[in-house]
């Protein structure tokens, strides 16, 4: 089976890639989509929904899972990561029904064991499932990464995350 990760962001989206034979979990690729502030807000999607459709056509994801937003301060940043997010979800359901979403407490507690691990427990465990030389970097995409195997970690109970 192979999962695409996606951690929704405007300025950069996450993307993580793995495969799973339902025993152990191996990374085929992770990285960045990056726009730029330059960029008017509507070019900025397109070039999200761009390069996640290249994703999927490279990749053929059998499930497509993202993160859930989860926001509480800035109500400016929780919109325009909202429409990253829809964006994702776009090209997400226009190749499948298969598209999942966690929580970032869901997607700690598959990856470290501790809902409320940081950033450096998410990367050192993320290179330990993986076997990866060394820690995921960016951010962005290393907890890519970790969503999609969250979305491993949960495939016997995987209706209960569908997109509906």
């Known amino acids: 089976m192979i999962i695409l990760g996606l951690d929704p962001g405007l300025a950069s989206m996450g993307f993580g890639v793995i495969s799973y034979d339902g025993v ?11 726009t730029y502030p330059d960029m008017a807000l509507p070019k900025r999607l397109v070039s999200l929904f761009e390069g996640i459709n290249d994703l999927i056509e490279r990749y053929q994801p059998d499930d497509i899972a993202l993160e859930e937003l989860f926001f509480n301060n800035n109500a400016k ?12 979800l776009t090209a997400a359901a226009l190749y499948t029904t298969n598209v999942f979403e966690y929580t970032p407490l869901q997607i700690k507690q598959a990856v470290t064991g501790y809902g409320r691990a940081d950033k450096i427990q998410i990367q050192q465990m993320v290179k330990l499932l993986l076997s990866l030389d060394k820690l995921p970097k960016p951010d962005d995409a290393a907890d890519a990464l970790a969503v999609a195997i969250c979305h491993a970690h949960s495939i016997r109970m995987r209706e209960q ?3 509906r």
């Not at 152990?24 to 990056?34: A, C, N, S, T």
């Open 24 to 34: 152990k979990e191996r990374m085929l690729d992770f990285g960045v989509l990056h």
């Open 77 to 88: 940043t929780a919109i325009v990561v909202g429409e990253a997010r829809g964006v994702a």
């Open 161 to 163: 995350f569908r997109v």
